[in-house]
């Protein structure tokens, strides 16, 4: 098993920034990939950013040269640097991690971010 704890979530004036933390504690070894997701009120959960076990990175179109995807596998510890933000980032942000065993597949609880205008 493996838990996630989120950090970092808020209330932001448009063109403000946030920094997301995610700490995974437990049955660590096997993570691979670590990711941001978020979720809008009435909306389908979407990928905002994704890193590899090599630090290969991915993002949403919508986000990109304004976020900022890192992790310090030292700490099993994934963050999400946000600049830059708009309205319509506002929404539920979801750490997930994964590995390549059957299974090994994690959300957290969330954390919420709203940008005012």
């Known amino acids: 098993q493996v838990q996630l704890v989120e950090s970092g979530g808020g209330l932001v004036q448009a063109g403000g920034s946030l920094r997301l933390s995610c700490a995974a504690s437990?049955?660590?070894?096997?993570?691979?990939?670590m990711g941001w997701y978020r979720q809008a009120p009435g909306k389908q959960r979407e990928l905002v950013a994704t890193?590899?076990?090599?630090?290969?990175?991915r993002y949403a179109d919508s986000v990109k040269g304004r976020f900022t995807i890192s992790r310090d596998n030292a700490k099993n510890t994934v963050y999400l640097q946000m600049n830059s933000l708009k309205p319509e980032d506002t929404a539920v942000y979801y750490c997930?991690?994964?590995?390549?065993?059957?299974?090994?597949?994690?959300w957290g609880q969330g954390t919420q971010v709203t940008v005012s205008s």
């Open positions: 890193i590899s076990s090599y630090s290969s990175t």
């Open positions: 997930h991690v994964w590995g390549s065993h059957p299974g090994y597949d994690y």
């Open positions: 437990g049955s660590t070894f096997s993570i691979n990939g």
